[in-house]
């Protein structure tokens, strides 16, 4: 087929597509499906006896307002790294609010093990962190993933990893307002422990997850 009957076959045949809404856009659209679905969990399970005392406390506030601010820029991230073109800068976002959660959670364990000492320091199994932060994020990642899927996702592990980073966060957000476990060390291994394994996992499934575009 030669040039000119293949441009005229693609201008016969071609359908509108409608473009892909900002990624702003995209993240208020997003963070209306999660937050409803987390909310209702939360709901569900009751909110912690506690939490306006913990409210109050610098430690827990601040490592709930850096998830919450890694789960909107890892969300950023994740729709800005579907779409060819957009910035490369974006991509590093979550990094600032990540790295703030991180310093947050290390510093409270250096707080205790200062107070307490090794042997004082809480630290025991809870499983239940694992398949609580996955109910929690069940939805959000799917619905991270259904969306997008919609673009044009060129570094699909990238892409993912972000997407679930953003899930992950948002679950732990949700799980710490009624799972009453603030030791420094179990949240750090077991409820960021359980979004960092989690995310990683994805990124192992980046390529099935999302296609390349060809």
Do not use: Y
Request: hydrophobic share 55%; proline share 7%.
């Amino acid at each position: 087929m030669n040039t000119e009957k293949l441009i005229e076959e693609l201008g016969r045949n071609a359908r509108p597509v409608r473009p892909l809404a900002m990624p702003g856009r995209r993240l208020l659209g997003w963070l209306a499906v999660s937050m409803i679905a987390v909310a209702s969990l939360v709901m569900m399970m009751g909110l912690r006896a506690d939490l306006a005392t913990k409210l109050g406390e610098a430690s827990f506030t601040v490592q709930q307002i850096a998830s919450l601010a890694t789960t909107i820029a890892a969300a950023i991230a994740a729709f800005a790294a579907s779409v060819p073109g957009e910035p490369r800068w974006k991509l590093w976002l979550p990094a600032a609010p990540l790295a703030v959660w991180i310093a947050s959670l290390g510093h409270q364990c250096w707080q205790e093990w200062v107070r307490f000492g090794v042997g004082g320091m809480e630290f025991r199994p809870d499983f239940i962190c694992i398949p609580a932060i996955a109910m929690i994020g069940i939805v959000p990642a799917g619905a991270m993933v259904a969306m997008v899927r919609r673009g044009a996702p060129f570094h699909p592990r990238l892409t993912i990893i972000l997407g679930t980073l953003a899930a992950g966060a948002l679950a732990n957000f949700g799980l710490r307002l009624f799972h009453a476990s603030d030791a420094a060390l179990m949240v750090l291994v077991w409820q960021f422990g359980s979004v960092a394994l989690f995310t990683a996992l994805a990124g192992l499934q980046g390529r099935r997850l999302l296609p390349r575009p060809i």
